[in-house]
């Protein structure tokens, strides 16, 4: 094979081309828009146009760009592999060492350096939405090896020139910064032994002033719930490129001679807007061998209405509310369980508490059942309060890299699992719960960061690897022996939301802030990684625990149900107008979850500070539900119109204002359009008790005219969203 070929892997308006031949490093010559059909000569032609013209002090031939990035040829940013034999072989030159295995969707590449004695094997998969996967996997075949990181990266074009990636903390999950794509390394590290609430999430560049719908946009996003990194580069070779891997601590990975390491999947969206790249990985996920089903259930989730007060009178009470407003999953949370009647002690002993239930579970699980839903469970399967019986019986099983325990966090440690005999222990303890009981769903919780993370059992080695792989395992054992279970990924709200966590688990947990005020954000850049049916969306008391805020149940509802519908909300608490409003959202969102559950997101740009239009158009574009939503008063600007996205541009639709229960108390003036008769648009709240009531004819308008010249929006109060259906006609 003498001279280069190459693997163009083509989907969805996406093209990878790569540069192969045997003895030669892989390089990579294009990621983004479709190139179309390319003859080996264009390739090569654009190969060679690619070329970099000499500089003068650089080395003396081009330097090139390949998979993974090496120094070896000059490249002096971050390296693909760092690490060392006792500081040598430290820079190796992989080369293709075998013809590379081709398929139209995916290509395998065997690479290898004889003189430092090491295997690099490379898979990289275009899936069918256009999201492009890299994965290696690096083998010893010297003396042990120490790998410091193993990162992949791939270039982006110099018109790339701005940078956003999400931020947040505990409450505030996935808050979106932007800043410019300048000289240095824009390198968020994530030591946290957990994906994090703060984590980049997806790291995008994008030319300037991208926005959901326009400008080209290339994104990465590292999937994996241990340590890792996403990061940007640009450097004095005038390239730029986007990369990630895991963390790895200080001999971390150790390889013997014919041991090896895996990456975890490093994922590549490119489109043509946020919600281009976000579409990708949608369709990843709901690409998954197991997607969940859109008629998923409405969940009640008991925490914010009874914390550990877990009495068995009160649940049921609860329940009983839950099942006749349409709640379809009661799942019970922390506290049932050990001697855990606060959060100082019991965790890690998954044995039903004597104390709190003297007969068991079993007549809240009845109860539940002969009411028509689903039981769920909550579990921390990774954690452990030092006064526990498991850890005072082990306490060698608890991660620490010293003597002394890491600093404790909400009084608790963590276990051990790469520990076979820890491991065991909580499967086995974990199983027999499912076994004995009617248990659909698990609330997989995991409340702390993975602090001086080493294992005892050998001599306190950093352990945050080994223990994330453990804790897949886990999962996915408990999956194999319970099929019938789902397991949301939670971690003191949203601090567990990647995609390799998503590969186990069925929900995520958004945020234990359910204030729809700040939910609206958090749930509009969750779903730049993760669609909308696998986001666990609430709606909560009136009052947020977490703001002290209070907003109207219209605004609470009107915001979740974009997601997996919840309630998490001491229902015997509330009154009967609430309750029957409430079961009108619901019944709402069970008639529509199939369009809610599966469309493409929308997410309008253009609104001014304040507003936001956010939807999901179905992939048929015949249905659509916007939301209109004000969060503040625009500063003296003009109103803006309700300008949509998605739709055909020659389908006639009807779009009609869709209010539930009760008119949003901030509606002081809807348009003209949007009235049945001026006279009877109701302004009471308390009139329109039933799901779907009143029936607004709205207006009939192409889709080119919703799209381009909009139409004027209500007239809200801050805090206010009304909800618009649009059906081609
Ligand atoms: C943190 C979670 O995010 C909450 O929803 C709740 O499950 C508590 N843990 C229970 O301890």
Redesign the pocket.
Known sequence: MPDPSYVHLREQGVSLLLQYRLGHPVRVVHWGADLGDVEDASAEALAAADLPAHRINDVDHPVLLTLPVSGHDGYTGHPGLSGSRDGRDWSPNFVLHRPPTVASDSCRLSLADEETQLRLDLTVTMYPGGLVGLRATLTNDGPQYNVQDLVLALPVPARADELLDLAGRWGRERVPQRRSFTVGTHLREQRRGRTGADAATVLHAGTGGFGFAGGEVWAVHTAWSGNHVHYAEFNHTGYKLLGGGELLLPGEILLAEGESYRTPEVFASYGVGLDEVAARFHAYQRGRDRPVDTHRPVTL?V?EAVYFDHDLTRLCALAERAAQVGVERFVL??GWFGSRRD?TSGLGDWVVSKEAWPNGLGPLVDKVAGLGMQFGL?F?PEMVNPDSDVARAHPERILAARDEWPAPARHQQVLNLAVPECFDHVLTQMSAVLSEYAIGYI?W?H?RDLVEAGDRTHGGRPAVHDQTLAVYRLMAEVKRRFPQVEIES?S??GGRVDLAVLRHTDRV?VS?NIDPHDRQEMLRWTSQLVPPEYQGSHIASGRSHTTGRTHDLNFRAATAVFGHLGVEWDLTAADDTDLAELGAWIAFYRAGRDLLLSGTTIRLDGCPDGVMVHGVVSPDRERALFAYVLLANPLASPTPRLVLRGLRPQAQYRLRPRLVGTVPSGLVAPPWWGKPEPASFPDRPGDLAEAGVPSYPGVVLPGAALMHAGVMPPRLHPDQAVIFEVTQT
Do not use: I, L, M, P
Request: charged residues 45%.
């Open positions: 989730n925490w949370d922390d959060d909550w921390e609330k919780d409340n939670c003191s709200g947990w234990d």
